[in-house]
Nanobody, 125 residues
Framework: QVDLVESGGRLVQPGGSLGLSCVAS????????MAWFRQAPGKEREFVAA????????YYGDSVKGRFTVSRDNAKNTAFLQLNSLKFEDTAVYYC??????????????????WGKGTLVTVSP
């Protein structure tokens, strides 16, 4: 069992930046792929970014490519998401998730083993 707790969500102006953290407990994330998803009001959940257990491979959703950066610190059992050049449409609850399968297709489909409860990011003047 892995418990994931996201933090860092807040109100930010368009064009601004924000850093989200996801702290894991229960077991080491050293061999887990980590990912971020988001869900805006009235919309379906959307894949944002993922990083392999080694940190060597990253994936990004088309809408955030070039603006967001996913990273991890296995020693701190933490994953991160840096959000830059924020837009109104980035407003959503951001969820951290972990997966042990090692299969990118599963991760990109949102079929993750563990989920956090989310942190709210609001982009507004």
């Amino acid at each position: 069992q892995v418990d994931l707790v996201e933090s860092g969500g807040r109100l930010v102006q368009p064009g601004g930046s924000l850093g989200l953290s996801c702290v894991a407990s229960g077991q080491s994330i050293r061999h887990l792929d980590m990912a971020w998803f988001r869900q805006a009001p009235g919309k379906e959940r959307e894949f944002v970014a993922a990083i392999s257990w080694s940190g060597d491979t990253t994936y990004y959703g088309d809408s955030v490519k070039g603006r967001f950066t996913v990273s991890r610190d296995n020693a701190k059992n933490t994953a991160f998401l840096q959000l830059n050049s924020l837009k109104f449409e980035d407003t959503a609850v951001y969820y951290c998730a972990a997966d042990r399968s090692g299969r990118s297709a599963k991760i990109l489909a949102g079929d993750m083993d563990w989920w956090g409860k989310g942190t709210l990011v609001t982009v507004s003047p």
